[in-house]
């Protein structure tokens, strides 16, 4: 059996490549020659002719692919060409969007911080009044979390102590898609990432922060120790990614002030290095059975209609 393994071209950081050989191996001991291809090799080519023809890629479809990139349209043209894809165009790009994340969420009654999305404003103009910000007050009140709809390991998150601070923070982001979230005090500086492959959690880690950083990602400091999820985190994390139609992610959650879980964001193609460093838990192993199950059940569905 042989599969693609899609990244990024034009990413060539230790934190990327480092994954990427983690799958190959995992898909070696799955029996699977995981080849590495970039969205600037596999380009969209969009005529009549019906075929795959790639310039310096193989034209020989492989069985499936495994998408570790946020190029939606390549993935969603490489669906459309019959290839099974995991995970699935739309759900990497409802995950990579976290306005979306949160709309269908909310829609299947998922516990999260009160979010107000920012309206949307053009490239060349940017937002010529601030009086939407009242409502955002009014509603989320201070402190108050900003987040890009579009950002990677907490990078892209911000907290607002004031008016004046949250319209320099606007003007700062602005024409970007934005959102505004309350700010949950009970889960300052910590939370649990959850990583889902199927329908079970693999593997789980308690992040925390020992400065006054109000996030817990690793990348930005944080601390990491194993963690014995709850039946009702177990419970949550799985439904998230049932809703967003994910084979594997990570799903971060957060202390409510009764204890309970709130979920603050699901990661569609989430790093697990530092979760195996953590619990010595090989998520590329799971990911790889996951996909070998569900390939099988399809054929066999397939050979039953047949």
Same mark, same amino acid.
């Given at each position: 059996m042989?599969? =693609?393994?899609?990244t990024?071209?034009?990413?060539?950081?230790?934190?990327?490549?480092?994954?990427?050989v983690w799958l190959?191996e995992a898909a070696?001991k799955?029996?699977i020659?995981?080849?590495?291809?970039t969205?600037?090799?596999v380009?969209v080519?969009l005529?009549?002719?019906n075929?795959?023809?790639y310039?310096?890629?193989?034209t020989?479809?492989?069985?499936f692919?495994l998408? =570790?990139?946020k190029?939606?349209r390549l993935?969603?043209y490489l669906?459309?060409?019959?290839l099974?894809?995991?995970n699935?165009?739309?759900s990497?790009?409802?995950?990579?969007?976290?306005s979306?994340?949160?709309?269908?969420?909310?829609?299947?009654?998922?516990?999260?911080?009160?979010?107000?999305l920012?309206?949307?404003?053009?490239?060349n103009?940017?937002y010529?009044?601030?009086?939407?910000l009242?409502?955002?007050i009014e509603?989320?009140?201070?402190?108050m979390?900003?987040?890009?709809?579009?950002?990677?390991?907490?990078q892209?998150?911000?907290?607002?102590?004031n008016k004046?601070e949250l319209?320099?923070?606007?003007?700062?982001?602005?024409?970007?898609?934005?959102?505004?979230?309350e700010?949950?005090?009970t889960?300052?500086?910590?939370d649990?990432r959850l990583?889902?492959v199927g329908?079970?959690v693999?593997?789980?880690?308690?992040?925390y922060s020992?400065t006054?950083?109000?996030r817990?990602?690793?990348?930005n400091?944080g601390?990491?120790?194993?963690?014995?999820?709850?039946?009702?985190?177990i419970?949550l994390?799985?439904?998230c990614?049932k809703?967003?139609?994910?084979d594997f992610a990570?799903?971060d959650i957060?202390?409510g002030?009764?204890n309970?879980?709130i979920?603050?964001?699901?990661?569609?193609n989430a790093?697990?290095?530092?979760?195996y460093?953590?619990?010595?838990?090989?998520?590329?192993?799971?990911?790889?059975?996951?996909?070998?199950?569900?390939?099988?059940s399809?054929?066999?569905?397939?050979d039953?209609?047949s």
């Amino acid at each position: 059996m042989t599969a =693609w393994l899609i990244t990024n071209g034009f990413l060539h950081t230790h934190k990327f490549s480092e994954i990427n050989v983690w799958l190959v191996e995992a898909a070696k001991k799955a029996g699977i020659e995981l080849i590495i291809k970039t969205n600037g090799e596999v380009l969209v080519h969009l005529d009549s002719d019906n075929t795959m023809e790639y310039k310096e890629v193989d034209t020989e479809k492989p069985d499936f692919v495994l998408f =570790w990139d946020k190029d939606v349209r390549l993935a969603e043209y490489l669906e459309l060409k019959g290839l099974p894809v995991f995970n699935s165009s739309r759900s990497i790009a409802v995950c990579d969007d976290k306005s979306l994340t949160h709309l269908y969420l909310q829609q299947s009654g998922i516990k999260m911080p009160k979010t107000i999305l920012a309206p949307m404003t053009f490239s060349n103009i940017g937002y010529t009044n601030m009086e939407f910000l009242e409502q955002v007050i009014e509603e989320l009140s201070f402190p108050m979390v900003v987040k890009e709809c579009f950002g990677s390991f907490g990078q892209q998150v911000y907290m607002v102590h004031n008016k004046n601070e949250l319209e320099e923070k606007v003007k700062e982001v602005q024409p970007k898609s934005m959102l505004f979230q309350e700010f949950i005090e009970t889960s300052k500086g910590k939370d649990i990432r959850l990583q889902v492959v199927g329908e079970q959690v693999v593997a789980s880690m308690y992040r925390y922060s020992d400065t006054d950083d109000f996030r817990a990602n690793i990348t930005n400091g944080g601390k990491m120790r194993p963690y014995e999820p709850t039946k009702e985190q177990i419970d949550l994390a799985v439904r998230c990614c049932k809703i967003l139609g994910l084979d594997f992610a990570g799903v971060d959650i957060l202390f409510g002030d009764k204890n309970e879980p709130i979920v603050c964001e699901v990661n569609s193609n989430a790093h697990f290095k530092n979760i195996y460093d953590c619990t010595g838990v090989n998520v590329a192993d799971y990911i790889m059975e996951h996909i070998l199950k569900k390939l099988d059940s399809t054929l066999t569905l397939t050979d039953r209609k047949s």
